[in-house]
T-cell receptor
């Protein structure tokens, strides 16, 4: 079974803090994705990576950065957390180039106070 | 740019009944893929069903089937013999043939009542 894990299920941070969300997949997938999920807005793509050290901006990259130093790990970084970044963050991965379904992690619910 | 629209924010159905969730999309592409994902309360998002646009036959997975109308750009999900475990948020998603990225609709929350 494909497994995508995220470092925390729930996280509470203060405004201005630097926040790291980590995602690990065990299926040797080339592609990894970070989404945020908000009620009424569905899932919106923040960043994705199609290979180690490669990244592309998604639809809402402002206020976020990412890091992919190893194939199995994709980190989302909030350089200076703000209250409008309170949300559910979902990580996903899939095989590159074959229109593979995306496999999702359990999500991290981040609250910024 | 592609868009996906789910016009039903919430739906409910009684156990054992059939329910249909609607999804429309907009694209100028000819080759693409469509997905329905299910997100149960506090649980992981999982794939329900997938349809390749070049296939005329509607996809089916056990109690789940789709009605894919390419000309109308419509992709509805039918759940037959609804079960309590079908209670979840359902997302319709579009994938362009040339990318591996998904574009999601806003979701439909389905409640199955005993």
């Amino acid at each position: 079974d494909v497994k995508v894990t995220q470092s925390s299920r729930y996280l509470v941070k203060r405004t201005g803090e630097k926040v790291f969300l980590e995602c690990v997949q065990d299926m040797d997938h080339e592609n990894m994705f970070w989404y945020r999920q908000d009620p009424g807005l569905g899932l919106r793509l923040i960043y994705f990576s199609y290979d180690v050290k490669m990244k592309e901006k998604g639809d809402i990259p402002e206020g976020y950065s990412v890091s992919r130093e190893k194939k199995e790990r994709f980190s989302l970084i909030l350089e200076s957390a703000s209250t409008n970044q309170t949300s559910m963050y979902l990580c996903a991965s899939n095989t590159r180039g074959v229109a593979d379904t995306q496999y999702f992690g359990p999500g991290t619910r981040l609250t910024v106070l | 740019a592609q868009t996906v629209t789910q016009s039903q924010p919430e739906m409910s159905v009684q156990e054992a009944e059939t329910v249909t969730l609607s999804c429309t999309y907009d694209t100028s592409e000819n080759n693409y893929y469509l997905f329905w994902y299910k997100q149960p309360p506090s649980r992981q998002m999982i794939l329900v069903i997938r349809q390749e646009a070049y296939k005329q036959q509607n996809a089916t997975e056990n109690r789940f089937s789709v009605n894919f109308q390419k000309a109308a750009k419509s992709f509805s999900l039918k759940i037959s013999d609804s079960q309590l475990g079908d209670t979840a948020m359902y997302f319709c998603a579009f994938m362009d043939y040339n990318t591996d990225k998904l574009i999601f609709g806003t979701g439909t929350r389905l409640q199955v009542f005993p």
